[in-house]
Each structure stands twice: as structure tokens, then as C-alpha cells.
């Protein structure tokens, strides 16, 4: 549809940073790059973000894009209960975390993201597989490194 997951919303929580270029959007303390044009296997997106002078987030950094959905943000809201416990490092080998509602409306993403993203961080069981976001329902689950999903780029 073209449409690049920037809803014009930096997501900035009052933090300063030096976000600018290829890396325009401030929240908690990192720059993120805009959504990528095109899904990628996980390999292609490591260089997506290499080549756009950045990284891949790890698990909990792509998590803390997570709002509206105490089960998955990262961190954890307080009192919740059941709460998701994959992070990195620290618990790279449990279940998928179940997220909210399903919701078209960006409303689980910080950025307004609906899509898949994926994270830095494989799967410690299966390498071949590695950590992502749904933000369509704030999903965390594990998918295979060859597959296709979006890329966001932090520094």
C-alpha cells in the first residue's frame, strides 16, 4: 500500500537525542529509522541497517515499541501478570508471547506500525530462527531467519 509505517509521530517521550538522517525518530534514548520500503529475510536485514549506518534492535529494544499491550511491552508494566519474559540477553529460548487484540490501526506500535519486524536477537534453540514483533496485535514469537518481514534500524 506504500505506506511506510511513519505516522508523522516521533514517539518521542521528552528524551534529547541527536536523531536526524536516516534515523529520525527518538524514543527511550534511541534514534530508529523509518519502517523498511520492503519485507527482507533476517541476513538481508542486519545489512539493511548496516548500510543505513545503524543496527537490527535486539528483542527488548524492539519490545519497548510495544504500547497498549501490557502482555508484550518491555519493560514490564507494573503489576502485570502474565507478562512476557523473552529478552536479550537473559531468556532467548521461551514461548511465542501471545499479544492483545488484533487491530489494524497502529495503535500497538509506537511509530504506528501494523507489520512484522524483526529483531537482532535468534532464537537460542533453533538458530535458524530468530525474534520479531507483530505490532498488527503486539505478538513476540520466533520466526524462520529465511522468511520476510519489515526492518526498523536503531543507533
Known sequence: TGDTGDTGDTGDTGDTGD?????????????????????????????????????????????????ECPKTEYPKPEGQDPWCTIEDPGNLGGSDCSG??????????????????WSSSSYVYYTDNAWSVYFYDGYVLYSNKAGDTYARCVR
Request: charged share 15%; with cysteine; glycine share 12%.
Open 19 to 67: 536523531c536526524s538522517g536516516n534515523f529520525p525518530h527518538h524514543h527511550k534514548g534511541l534514534c530508529w529509522s523509518d519502517r523498511s520500503p520492503n519485507t527482507m529475510n533476517w541476513n538481508a536485514a542486519i545489512s539493511y541497517c548496516t548500510g543505513l549506518g545503524g543496527r537490527l534492535p535486539n528483542i527488548q529494544e524492539l519490545r519497548m515499541l510495544i504500547k
Open 100 to 117: 492483545c487484540t488484533s487491530d489494524s490501526s497502529g495503535k500497538y506500535s509506537v511509530f504506528g506500525d501494523t507489520v512484522g519486524l
